[in-house]
């Protein structure tokens, strides 16, 4: 018992650990960036002051890439991992108390109808019980005669009568109570599907757990996600999402959300969403999917690389392209962002549909720097 204490113990400190260096990892890695950010600052500005003190080398035109500024609609997506599942998945009990199976009408990969026979369990002692309360409803049927004849003829008490019909009637409830228990011998398919398991046998003991007789029905397939709550204000039931399956080899699939679960689970910090899928055999249950939630969409949105947008101590920004007389100088225009998805980030404020910004070159040059470039402007 202590070997198994200071074995939990021992795995919690482990666990507790790793999340320590995690976090030390995260934190120097913030540490760098902001260090990189601010000797990105200082370089740039001695490249200004020495374009100031050396206008010559100002003139060195630097070869970089450049693009325009694309105006076009611009969609964000959460993407996350889920799996498909099935609303008629269905693990087959037993009506009454498990018994030992007599007979198995069933095997894996067949196609079973709601209300077909599955199996017969052992019914032996019931059908003894019932023939003798059978016997013993004719003994008592017998009497019950017999002492209505002697009532219709003026002999014996009512109370001789009454008894006599409630033995029969007793024992009519009885047989009907057993006959009923004795029907939960006979196994039968609650719904429609494929016997997606059969794990039973003949002669062994059906108590219905782990999924001795599993039906699957994928008429009614869904995409069950669960869903990090950072965006729970994002989701909502109705949102159209697409679903990939790669292994499947089929296209995506466009759907909506037709459920988000109401509370959190304390363990995941999650929630779980689904979405309806066709019926399909090249989809199966518990395959791996992706979930693409359609969470944002702006159109006429100005939209440019991600890689073009840098950030230094007052923001983000990127450079453009200026003409000045004859030559093309690079030009630093603070921006503001929005969303960013698939390589792509939308710009709400700084740029104009048209501008030239740089691509490649962009992390070398500085503000009123030459520039030249094998695309004619």
């Known amino acids: 018992m202590m070997v198994a204490i200071f074995t939990a113990a021992g795995c919690g400190n482990s666990a507790k650990d790793k999340k320590g260096d995690l976090g030390d990892i995260k934190v120097k890695l913030e540490k760098k960036k902001k260090e990189k950010s601010s000797l990105d600052a200082e370089i740039r500005k001695l490249e200004e002051q020495i374009a100031q003190l050396d206008p010559n080398a100002a003139n060195v035109a630097k070869l970089v890439s450049v693009d325009s500024v694309r105006v076009q609609d611009f969609i964000h997506y959460i993407e996350l991992q889920g799996k498909i599942d099935a ?108 016997a997606d398991e059969v794990n039973i ?68 910090r999650s929630f779980i969403t689904e979405a309806k899928l066709p019926a399909d055999p090249l989809l199966k249950t518990n395959q791996l999917a992706t979930l693409k939630i359609l969470d944002y969409k702006a159109k006429a949105a100005l939209v440019v690389p991600v890689n073009v947008v840098q950030t230094d101590e007052k923001g983000k920004y990127v450079y453009v392209i200026e003409k000045t007389g004859n030559k093309m100088v690079a030009r630093k225009k603070p921006v503001t962002v929005g969303e960013a998805y698939n390589g792509n980030i939308e710009i709400k404020n700084g740029l104009t549909g048209g501008d030239t910004i740089i691509t490649e070159g962009n992390r070398t040059v500085y503000d009123g720097q030459a520039v030249t470039t094998t695309t004619k402007i």
Do not use: C
Not at 105 to 122: N, P, S, T
Not at 242 to 268: Q, R
């Open 201 to 268: 046998k003949t002669g062994e003991t059906f108590t219905g757990a782990n999924n001795q007789i599993k039906i699957v029905n994928n008429n009614s397939l869904k995409m069950v996600t669960e869903v990090p709550e950072n965006y729970v204000a994002h989701v909502k039931k109705g949102d159209k999402v697409i679903v990939s399956v790669p292994e499947s080899g089929k296209d995506s699939i466009s759907s909506v959300i037709s459920m988000v679960s109401t509370s959190i689970n304390p363990t995941t």
């Open 87 to 194: 609303d008629n998945i269905v693990s087959v009990m037993p009506r009454g108390m498990p018994a030992q199976v007599k007979e198995l009408y069933v095997k894996r990969g067949d196609v079973v109808k709601k209300g077909q026979l599955l199996a017969k369990l052992d019914d032996a002692v019931m059908l003894q019980q019932v023939s003798a309360l059978k016997t013993q409803l004719a003994y008592a049927e017998n009497i019950y005669n017999r002492q209505k004849n002697l009532w219709d003829q003026g002999i014996g008490t009512e109370v001789q009568l009454i008894t006599a019909k409630n033995n029969v009637d007793a024992l009519n409830k009885q047989i009907a109570t057993l006959t009923e228990t004795w029907n939960t011998s006979f196994v039968y398919a609650p719904v429609s599907g494929i």
